[in-house]
């Protein structure tokens, strides 16, 4: 079983930063992936970012390129989403999630934190 712990939500102004930590423990896996998924009120759970830990590969939506940042800390299965210029739109529950199938597929990820809100004001 792997748990995952997010931190680091709250509230922004629009085109400020916060930055999501996430921490992992538990069962660890040789070849898994680490992802960001946000939720809005109304709105289905989508994918944000993810990287590959082995090859440190990353991957983001569209609308957060340029944006935000995933990156992996330097505490052993530690995840960091650095979120800049941030809009009303990214107003949402974000949570951490870990993989062992194909990253970016919300329905692949196995392992869910419990979500952090993110609000950003205009």
């Known amino acids: 079983q792997v748990q995952l712990v997010e931190s680091g939500g709250g509230l922004a102004q629009a085109g400020g930063s916060l930055r999501l930590s996430c921490a992992a423990s538990g069962r660890t896996f040789s070849n898994f992936a680490m992802g960001w998924f946000r939720q809005a009120p109304g709105k289905e759970r989508e994918f944000v970012a993810a990287?590959?830990?082995?090859?440190?590969?990353?991957y983001y939506t569209d609308s957060v390129k340029g944006r935000f940042t995933i990156s992996r800390g330097n505490v052993k299965n530690t995840v960091y989403l650095q979120m800049n210029g941030l809009k009303p739109e990214d107003t949402a529950v974000y949570y951490c999630a870990a993989t062992v199938g194909r990253l970016t597929l919300l329905h692949d990820y196995d392992y869910w934190g419990q979500g952090t809100q993110v609000t950003v004001s205009s």
């Open positions: 990287v590959n830990w082995s090859s440190g590969n990353t």
